[in-house]
């Protein structure tokens, strides 16, 4: 298994130590020595392969910065699992607790979107909506089974959550109303596509959600060929001024304008900077998750243009950046202060265990995308969990339980990839879905040269 | 260090002793909702 990866990306040379995470920017000569230590090189015949370019002082100094990283555990680290198996083993057998929560507050919608896993909200079911009681229920059942995890995360899904607009208001009011009590923290978070947003509305997402996500697919004639009303017309202009006054009154609280790209937008890095040039300055751009015989489903052939794409979209950040004209991309953001501790890293989005979603009519499902599907439902909010082997699945789902992930530099920041993605592509959830795996390291590597761009 | 850089000081092998309380976020309640990616959370203990 390889223990560091190496990449050269706009100018920089890049080593990324896998298993301590640890980023480093060398000059060409030490990525050269690094190169011929990781191949198994002795030092002699490193010194003796690259005389011809630099010079003999230089390398011993430049070999000798290597060896110093190695001593400190930052260059060819061990394996993590290897060094701290026992740790890493009594965490995979902890008891989990559900911490986090997606209501799916209504399974209708006013849009007919084309790729919507939701089938235009109904999740192959009918039209629905989240009665107050079984939201009530729900957030008891999450108190009830957070253990002694103070925050508490919840989501307001649909279809469209507007469209049962006093369910959302009357959840908020109750969920506080828990608060004191319990000692807990909620933080409500809500996904919405704009078309019923209004000044009442806007105010009180402003003042009660931790975080809002505005979907928007970048430029007009891509988001209403993609986002139509169900009679045909496109949404763009109905959102966009709603969306900008929504995010103008925002101030500094979290929110992301969200799109999905597909086959038919491929340059979809125009429609990010879309996004930015609209005003709007938290921005999320997903790949679409599609059956293989979609026609708007992404292929692997693709691959070259939306690594294009990636690199377009991270190079005229930094301009912008510089011009004082700076975006946050979701995908290209990396804390490397106090990013996420190991176990976070090994145990991923929580699908299944720590996250569960809620269907209207009070039944929990593994997360969102699996809403719907039969062998996947685990219980309700009023008889708990009722298929706990459901729940052992996924916690067992973590990087070193997929093959793919044990060999791959990106493990420890995507820690597995989404089950759904794997579990729509190869019909088992414990497999890395290989189109998305590559996507999500080209973004690991851009996010790390945006990183050392802006040192 | 004149010809490597390293950029982030923190060590993933340090976080095996104190880590795992799990109050941060849940990744997919962020702003994705179809792919995972951690890397780029917060630890809610170092903020």
Known sequence: MGLVHQYRNNGYNIVLDINSSSIHVADDMVYDIIEAMDQGMEKSRILQNLSARYAPDQIEEGYAECEELIRSGQLFSRDIYEACQEEIEAFSKRKTVVKALCLHVAHACNLSCKYCFAEEGEYHGQRAMMSVEVGKKALDFLVENSGSRKNLEVDFFGGEPLMNWQTVKELVAYGRSLEEKNQKKFRFTLTTNGVLLDEEKTDFLNREMANVVLSLDGRQKVHDFMRPFPGGAGSYQNIIPKFQEFVKKRGQKDYYVRGTFTRHNLDFAEDVLHMADLGFRKLSMEPVVAPKEAEYALRKEDLPVIFEQYDLLAREMLKREKEGKGFQFFHFMLDLSGGPCVYKRLSGCGSGTEYLAVTPWGDLYPCHQFVGEEDFRMGTVFDGIQKPQIRDRFSANNVYAKPACRECFARFFCSGGCAANSHNFYGDMGQAYEIGCAMEKKRVECAIMLKAAME | ?47
């Not at chain 2, 060590?11 to 780029?40: M, P, Y």
């Open chain 2, 1 to 47: 260090m004149k010809h490597i850089k390293t950029l982030n000081t923190g060590k993933l092998q340090n976080t095996v002793k104190k880590g795992g309380c799990g109050e941060c976020q849940t990744s997919c309640q962020s702003a994705c909702k179809t792919s995972c990616t951690v890397g780029n959370q917060s630890c809610e203990n170092t903020k």
